[in-house]
């Protein structure tokens, strides 16, 4: 695995023109990302490089199993220069970054951004995005209800669940359960017992008790996206990732409605720029990531609809735009850091291996 790395670096030294004579800069950045993002990446590179002659960066995409290369290339002391990394794994890697508190203007950004990015009051990676979840809806066939509970949640659920048609998505995965945990007040933690959950009771109960959400079998080989799109769903909980593929290839009415709002603070996250404290030439990939943190890139990223970016002025396009996108920027003034553990991986393997027992 680091060898396949290292090959990729020395092979895009010498492709890149660089000599001694010329004294080019290089510097390695890793992250994974869609084919969308990896071609805005390349522009935003391609861009970075035009600006300042004699730099290259190499960029390493790791779509698969990003998390467990990363571990890898820092404990071969092979990590890259600019590391893009979110707040769920930053409590593990922080130790072996850069703290980025006094290049930031944080009043450029969203505070529960850099609240995501931060420990101890220190900043550790420069924010691309925030994130939620929320709902997208069939309107074609289940109206909207404003200021609504979890009750009216179940009882929509029930009510358009009918045939080979389910009321609301389920999702088997930790992340999409904290929706539920903070509308019953609860906080995840290292010690969150789900057996004893209120909230992860009523969203196991949504398939297993109620069946007002489709089975594992009953997905079988498509997704629940492309079920919501063929029609089989009708409330599908999801991220702003899913709005250019919704966008595009949704074929019936449909607009997006916040979780219903609860006892706590709805849970954000988010993803940024940070710099390995082990880089030999942290003043390149600052100055790179001051780039990838502009507000000409975080345009690149917020017009491919993918991301609610961090910086605010960037997000402003979404009061403007259909489908009622400014719930995403409505979430944000109610919504918190989610508290993630040190070893956050070991929590998610945990959950995997016994929380539907």
Same mark, same amino acid.
């Given at each position: 695995?680091?060898?396949?790395?290292?090959?990729?670096?020395?092979?895009?030294?010498?492709?890149?023109?660089?000599?001694?004579?010329?004294?080019?800069?290089?510097?390695? =950045?890793?992250?994974?990302?869609?084919?969308?993002?990896?071609?805005?990446?390349?522009?935003?590179?391609?861009?970075?490089?035009?600006?300042?002659?004699?730099?290259?960066?190499?960029?390493?995409?790791?779509?698969?199993?990003?998390?467990?290369?990363?571990?890898?290339?820092?404990?071969?002391?092979?990590?890259? $220069?600019?590391?893009?990394?979110?707040?769920?794994?930053?409590?593990?890697?922080?130790?072996?970054?850069?703290?980025?508190?006094?290049?930031?203007?944080?009043?450029?950004?969203?505070?529960?951004?850099?609240?995501?990015?931060?420990?101890?009051?220190?900043? =550790?990676?420069?924010?691309?995005?925030?994130?939620?979840?929320?709902?997208?809806?069939?309107?074609?066939?289940?109206?909207?209800?404003?200021?609504?509970?979890?009750?009216?949640?179940?009882?929509?659920?029930?009510?358009?669940?009918?045939?080979?048609?389910?009321?609301?998505?389920?999702?088997?995965?930790?992340?999409?359960?904290?929706?539920?945990?903070?509308?019953?007040?609860?906080?995840?933690?290292?010690? =969150?017992?789900?057996?004893?959950?209120?909230?992860?009771?009523?969203?196991? $109960?949504?398939?297993?008790?109620?069946?007002?959400?489709?089975?594992?079998?009953?997905?079988?080989?498509?997704?629940?996206?492309?079920?919501?799109?063929?029609?089989?769903?009708?409330?599908?909980?999801?991220? %702003?990732?899913?709005?250019?593929?919704?966008?595009?290839?949704?074929?019936?009415?449909?607009?997006?409605?916040? =979780?219903?709002?609860?006892?706590?603070?709805?849970?954000?996250?988010?993803?940024?720029?940070?710099?390995?404290?082990?880089?030999?030439?942290?003043?390149?990939?600052?100055?790179?990531?001051?780039?990838?943190?502009?507000?000409?890139?975080?345009?690149?990223?917020?017009?491919?609809?993918?991301?609610?970016?961090? %910086?605010?002025?960037?997000?402003?396009?979404?009061?403007?735009?259909?489908?009622?996108?400014?719930?995403?920027?409505?979430?944000?003034?109610?919504?918190?850091?989610? &508290?993630?553990?040190?070893?956050? &991986?070991?929590?998610?393997?945990?959950?995997?291996?016994?929380?539907?027992?």
């Amino acid at each position: 695995m680091i060898k396949f790395f290292l090959t990729i670096i020395i092979t895009t030294f010498l492709l890149c023109g660089c000599s001694k004579e010329s004294k080019c800069e290089i510097i390695n =950045f890793t992250s994974w990302g869609s084919i969308t993002e990896v071609e805005i990446i390349n522009k935003i590179i391609k861009d970075f490089e035009l600006k300042n002659p004699n730099t290259k960066v190499n960029f390493i995409h790791t779509p698969q199993n990003y998390f467990q290369k990363l571990h890898l290339l820092f404990a071969s002391n092979t990590a890259p $220069d600019v590391i893009f990394i979110n707040n769920l794994y930053l409590p593990l890697y922080y130790n072996h970054l850069e703290d980025l508190t006094n290049i930031i203007d944080k009043s450029k950004y969203y505070g529960q951004a850099i609240e995501c990015l931060s420990i101890d009051e220190k900043v =550790f990676a420069i924010p691309r995005d925030l994130s939620n979840l929320v709902f997208y809806v069939n309107t074609d066939i289940i109206p909207i209800k404003k200021n609504w509970t979890i009750e009216d949640l179940l009882e929509i659920a029930k009510k358009y669940t009918y045939n080979d048609f389910y009321g609301i998505s389920f999702e088997d995965d930790i992340y999409f359960t904290l929706p539920y945990l903070s509308y019953f007040g609860e906080t995840f933690n290292e010690n =969150f017992d789900y057996k004893q959950s209120q909230g992860f009771r009523f969203y196991k $109960d949504l398939r297993d008790k109620y069946q007002v959400a489709p089975t594992k079998s009953q997905i079988g080989s498509s997704t629940l996206a492309q079920m919501f799109l063929d029609k089989k769903i009708g409330m599908y909980l999801s991220g %702003r990732w899913m709005f250019p593929i919704i966008s595009e290839k949704a074929n019936f009415n449909w607009s997006i409605i916040a =979780f219903p709002q609860g006892l706590n603070e709805q849970i954000c996250d988010s993803s940024g720029w940070a710099i390995s404290k082990y880089s030999k030439n942290k003043d390149l990939a600052i100055k790179f990531i001051k780039h990838l943190s502009s507000e000409e890139s975080a345009e690149y990223f917020t017009k491919s609809g993918l991301i609610i970016p961090a %910086r605010i002025e960037a997000s402003k396009v979404l009061n403007n735009n259909s489908h009622n996108e400014k719930v995403f920027l409505e979430i944000i003034k109610y919504s918190k850091k989610a &508290k993630i553990p040190k070893d956050y &991986k070991k929590i998610v393997d945990k959950f995997n291996s016994t929380a539907f027992d």
